[in-house]
């Protein structure tokens, strides 16, 4: 019986070292096989396993090359850092990226996941950690955040681009369209008058195409920015109105306006913006329609929370019409329904992704429909709020500044000689008294000496800019002198205008100067709205 006993128990251990031996030789298997580096360290930190993984990863050919070596000696300085961090007092286990270095010196890039194994209070505990190779990863992340940073420049290299042509490219357009106003003023006999407003014509056709292309690039870069003001609903459908009127006279197409009574008569938004995409739609139910008519309607419909307005317009025509298939095309830059289009009717293509961008940045949208052959339906929305009682741009409570309008002695800051000549000879037909400052030290100096109702600022000047000198201009102490200043500039957007006002401004024109608009500035400036 006892021997039946001794064999099956010694057959029941063979049986159970061999099921370890397979389970051992399995898990090493596992171990010499994962494409994961392993290693295992002592409470001392020197290394007691390294799996094959772990050698080729760091360039040994045998264990017995790293085999009881301290692990830091395997990791740039990070792995001291790190192991001090991983104390064997704590139940620890950690994951961070650090440095690995092997066997010829070269270091590379590895995650490492690290933790402690504690074992009963007689056995020491042990570190086990796994090694992944993040080279690669880490490499593509220094190449993405490299072309993130370089497309970063190129942008801001971008906006500065822009900002120099929107100047570059307005000044010039400053001298021909101021002058060919006041030639226009002045000029006798039909020939020369024809003459001078043809070549009004096309100045101001090739600024709005200037415009349009400094406008897209704008949207286009995110450059592009928006301003709240009160805004005059009639007036402004009005003054869209009458930009294309002349052109619709001659078509004899009639243009009716019809503003929902309910509409509040003054709101907030940004009334250049939504001048613009009005007039854009105009322009073009003006060039597209031969016969017929156009409509243009608006109305308010308020929010649930009547905290705000959806103002929405409609400009509806009976010209040409857009094949459907177009109807999505056109509102991309550069697209017209018909490339012979250009030759026929003029035009660039970017009103319509202008009016889309400028829509969806004033929280709204633009909408088309259109039967070939039988007019388009352009429909847009935007949001506005209701203009407060005391938010009020329209000069009640105004402050009288100045009572002899008609003789102001006017400092005109201004490098470029055509602006100088072009300010000056509306001023002076105006009946006002100009010194010319060729730079903003001379016209400190000039401003020093003699007191001006009104400085004429130009902002971009050699040595010292319109912004700096409008600074020092008002703090001159002790003096009297507090002039009327007006910034003028190639550089129109919204936060120039307010730059400039920040710098100490009363008010902005944007270049090309024309004698109208100036006239209007000057007479605006009688009137101030005080401080609320
Ligand atoms: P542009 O008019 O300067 O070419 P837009 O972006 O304003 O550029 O318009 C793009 C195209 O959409 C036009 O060329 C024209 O083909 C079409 N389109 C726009 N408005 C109308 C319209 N009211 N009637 C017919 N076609 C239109």
Wanted: proline residues 3%.
């Amino acid at each position: 019986m006892a021997d039946t006993n001794g064999t099956e128990e010694y057959s029941q251990l063979r049986t159970a070292f061999s099921t370890m031996e397979n389970e051992l030789a399995v898990r090493d298997a596992i171990l010499r096989n994962t494409s994961e580096a392993l290693a295992v360290s002592d409470s001392d930190g020197v290394l007691t396993y390294v799996n094959p993984a772990f050698l080729s990863m760091w360039g040994y050919n045998d264990a017995s090359e790293v085999l009881g070596r301290k692990a830091e000696n395997f990791m740039w300085s990070e792995i001291q850092q790190a192991s001090g961090a991983c104390s064997f007092r704590d139940n620890c286990s950690m994951r961070r990226e650090m440095q690995g270095c092997r066997k010829n010196g070269s270091a590379f890039d590895v995650q490492m996941a690290v933790s402690l194994v504690k074992r009963d209070a007689q056995q020491s505990p042990f570190m086990v950690a796994s090694f992944r190779d993040i080279t690669k990863q880490k490499a593509l992340e220094k190449s993405l955040y490299k072309s993130k940073n370089d497309a970063e420049l190129a942008n801001t290299a971008k906006s500065i681009f822009l900002a120099n042509m929107s100047h570059e490219l307005r000044t010039p357009m400053n001298g021909i369209i101021g002058f060919t106003s006041l030639l226009l003023e002045s000029v006798v006999g039909d020939e020369s008058k024809t003459y001078a407003s043809m070549i009004q014509t096309s100045a101001n056709s090739l600024l709005s195409v200037i415009n349009n292309i400094l406008d897209i690039s704008k949207i286009e870069s995110g450059k592009m920015d928006v301003s709240s003001s009160t805004c005059h609903v009639q007036e402004l459908l009005q003054h869209a109105v009458n930009t294309v009127r002349f052109q619709a006279d001659q078509k004899n197409v009639p243009i009716y306006v019809h503003l929902d009574p309910d509409t509040p008569r003054r709101l907030v938004t940004d009334s250049d913006r939504l001048s613009q995409i009005l007039i854009n739609l105009l322009n073009n139910a003006v060039k597209f329609t031969d016969e017929g008519e156009i409509n243009v309607s608006c109305r308010a419909e308020q929010s649930l929370e009547k905290l705000c307005y959806q103002l929405h317009f409609v400009v509806e025509d009976t010209g040409i019409g857009i094949p459907s298939e177009k109807l999505e095309q056109i509102m991309q830059p550069f697209q017209q329904v018909d490339v012979s289009y250009t030759r026929k009717y003029g035009g660039s293509g970017l009103g319509l992704p202008i009016s889309n961008a400028l829509c969806e940045m004033l929280g709204g949208k633009l909408t088309v429909e259109s039967v070939p052959g039988r007019g388009s339906r352009f429909s847009f929305f935007v949001t506005v709020y209701r203009a407060g009682a005391n938010r009020i741009a329209s000069y009640s409570g105004v402050t009288r500044l100045n009572s002899s309008f008609h003789s102001l002695h006017v400092l005109v800051a201004e490098d470029d000689l055509s602006n100088q000549l072009v300010v000056e000879a509306i001023l002076t037909r105006e009946g006002h008294s100009v010194d010319i400052a060729k730079d903003g030290l001379q016209a400190l100096d000039m401003f020093r000496k003699k007191s001006y109702d009104v400085v004429l600022m130009d902002i971009q000047m050699p040595g010292i800019n319109g912004l700096d000198a409008t600074r020092q201009i008002r703090h001159i102490t002790g003096s009297e002198k507090t002039p009327w200043i007006i910034g003028f500039s190639a550089h129109t957007s919204e936060s120039d205008r307010e730059h400039c006002m920040s710098c100490g401004m009363n008010d902005f024109i944007p270049k090309p100067v024309r004698p109208a608009v100036l006239r209007e500035h000057l007479h605006s400036m009688h009137y101030v709205v005080p401080e609320q």
